[in-house]
T-cell receptor, first 114, second 113 residues
């Protein structure tokens, strides 16, 4: 079974630009969660999508947004990039059914903002 | 108080010893708990999940859950240098449409050959 895939793997952007990251979950998984990981803050929850609907949202500004498509693939967008947005962005998929909340992470997208 | 707390370490153990990693959580309604291993520069990898009080064993790994004490632990027997990584504890709560998974900041484990 193929794992979670994320594209691109690495990205360098300039302050003020915007960026879109993509995540394809494990086949059959309908939930996709996004996390930001930095050395100082650890794993911070951004949002979760399930069946094309945002179910939960973390404490991030509105510059961070996402969506999920009917095939469960998800995208995350960050507008007006700031230096502090430099981080590893991880997506995780899960079945999220019948008490199964195990999440499986993709390899991540490392974003550098200069 | 952080929702999920872990000692950041590093925890150093000699090869072949038992490594004991601990985690406490503050939300009493948390239902499911997970341990992830993260190698430097890599993404977290799920190694254990535990849902009820007691022990759960999988190979060299044993997860222990005590909901009364709000405490989760991971034991790694016969530790190997390849076990050197950061171990993340996570707690899940919620039902129906709302679910929340909160991660601790991780404990760095060093297994000394």
């Amino acid at each position: 079974k193929a794992g979670v895939t994320q594209t691109p793997r690495y990205l360098i952007k300039t302050r003020g630009q915007q960026v879109t990251l993509s995540c394809s979950p494990i086949s059959g998984h309908r939930s996709v969660s996004w996390y930001q990981q930095t050395p100082g803050q650890g794993l911070q929850f951004l949002f979760e999508y399930f069946s094309e609907t945002q179910r939960n949202k973390g404490n991030f500004p509105g510059r961070f947004s996402g969506r999920q498509f009917s095939n469960s693939r998800s995208e995350m967008n960050v507008s007006t990039l700031e230096l502090g947005d430099s981080a590893l962005y991880l997506c995780a998929s899960s079945r999220r059914l019948a008490g199964d909340y195990e999440q499986y992470f993709g390899p991540g997208t490392r974003l550098t903002v200069t | 108080q952080k929702e999920v707390e872990q000692n950041s370490g590093p925890l150093s153990v000699p090869e072949g010893a038992i490594a004991s990693l601990n985690c406490t959580y503050s939300d009493r309604v948390s239902q499911s708990f997970f341990w992830y291993r993260q190698y430097s520069g890599k993404s977290p990898e799920l190694i254990m999940s535990i849902y009820s009080n007691g022990d759960k064993e999988d190979g060299r790994f044993t997860a222990q859950l005590n909901k009364a004490s709000q405490y989760v632990s991971l034991l790694i027997r016969d530790s190997q240098p390849s076990d050197s990584a950061t171990y993340l504890c996570a707690a899940q709560r919620g039902s129906g449409g709302y679910q929340k998974v909160t991660f601790g900041t991780g404990t760095k484990l060093q297994v000394i050959p």
